[in-house]
Structures are given as C-alpha cells and as structure tokens.
C-alpha cells in the first residue's frame, strides 16, 4: 500500500492510498481520481516529505500504525455519512439513475450485494465500498 498526497487544481489537498505506484499511475491516466471537495478530475501528486520517527532511525510501533488506520476510516466514513444521501437498499438503482443520467447528480452511500456492486462496476458505474465502522471495535 502506498499512500500520496494528492491535490487538484483549485488546490484542495487529500490522500490517495493506492496498491502500488503503478495503481496511481492508472487510475490518474484514465481520470479516475476524484477530489473529495469539488469533485475535480484534475489531480496531481502533492510534494510530499518522508516518513520520519521523532528521531532518526525510530520507526512507528504497529500499534501507533493501526490507530492511525482506524482514525482514519473513521473519519472517512464519518465524512461520508455527512455528505452523502442514504438511499439504504436502493443503491443499485439510485446508483444507476445518476450514472445514465436519469436523477441529479450526487453523492450516495447505501447498501448493495457482492452481485450487484459488481454488475455495477462492469456497467462502468463508480462504486466503492463504505469502510468499516471502526468504532465499536476493539
């Protein structure tokens, strides 16, 4: 996993976590990189520093690691549920509505079967799922 920050050109800046380099380079060839705030296709790659200890050579615990993690798909779905309609079992069908063209554009959030997110994804629909609700977890 790789992790870029990322910015658009009205200068909103955000994280990518991408599988490999490789992975960016595709998704951001065919457009495919969305900037959360206003929706912006055009995304390029923000300078970025390495990845330091508090001091040279210190390395981050995997407990240190693992929170960051869960505060961050905390606050992304947290994010999402505040700026996303619920359409609950619907989202297939809101899903498709807003690809073809049918209803307004935006941004949904719902539930969906492994079958029918991926006929979605083969329809060319942009779907992902929600992260986990990490705030029950231990």
């Known amino acids: 996993m790789i992790v870029y920050n990322l910015s658009c050109t009205k200068g909103h800046a955000f994280e990518g976590w991408f599988s490999g380099s490789a992975a960016y380079d595709e998704q951001h060839a065919a457009g495919k990189l969305v900037c959360p705030v206003c929706d912006s296709r055009k995304i390029e790659k923000a300078p970025m520093a390495p990845a330091l200890g508090t001091s040279v ?11 960051k993690m869960r505060q961050f798909v905390t ?18 069908e809101e899903a498709r509505k807003i690809h073809y063209g049918e209803t307004e554009e935006r941004h949904i959030y719902g539930e969906a079967t492994l079958k029918e997110a991926q006929e979605l994804v083969e329809e060319g629909v942009d779907v992902a799922p929600l992260p986990p609700d990490l705030s029950e977890a231990n």
Do not use: C, T, W
């Open 75 to 92: 606050g992304l779905r947290k994010h999402i549920e505040e700026n996303a309609d619920y359409v609950g079992p619907k989202f297939p």
């Open 57 to 67: 050579g210190e390395k981050r615990s995997a407990g240190e690691e693992m929170r």
